[in-house]
């Protein structure tokens, strides 16, 4: 079953990623959203009963490197491009707000 995406919709999506987008550009995801969605339908529908979960794509397990420290910035090489430092340290606008 086929369900088409509206034009709020992705609005809404559009506003939770933070983005503004065109009316052509909601128009364009308004189709390809609704797209993905049938492809999701379409898998839906297959019988997976018999098919264990897929914990990680291959069998290899445990791998583990060796832990060797190497040479790397200084803080103050790795702040030297940063507009803005505080203490030592990156300093950004807040992303998280309350509400």
Same mark, same amino acid.
């Given at each position: 079953?086929?369900?088409?995406?509206?034009?709020?919709?992705? $609005?809404?999506?559009?506003?939770?990623?933070? &983005?503004?987008?065109?009316? /052509? +550009?909601?128009?364009? !995801?308004?189709?390809?959203? %609704?797209?993905?969605?049938?492809?999701?339908?379409?898998?839906?529908? $297959?019988?997976?009963?018999?098919?264990?979960? &897929?914990?990680?794509?291959? /069998? +290899?397990?445990?791998? !583990?490197?060796?832990?060797? %420290?190497?040479?790397?910035?200084?803080?103050?090489?790795?702040?030297?491009?940063?507009?803005?430092?505080?203490?030592?340290?990156?300093?950004?606008?807040?992303?998280?707000?309350?509400?």
């Amino acid at each position: 079953m086929s369900k088409q995406i509206t034009p709020d919709e992705v $609005l809404k999506l559009a506003k939770l990623a933070h &983005l503004t987008l065109t009316e /052509d +550009e909601v128009s364009l !995801f308004q189709q390809q959203l %609704s797209q993905t969605l049938d492809y999701v339908n379409i898998l839906d529908e $297959l019988g997976t009963q018999n098919v264990r979960p &897929l914990d990680h794509p291959t /069998d +290899e397990s445990n791998i !583990f490197r060796n832990d060797i %420290s190497n040479p790397s910035l200084s803080a103050q090489e790795a702040l030297s491009g940063s507009q803005d430092t505080y203490k030592n340290m990156f300093k950004i606008n807040a992303i998280l707000k309350e509400q």
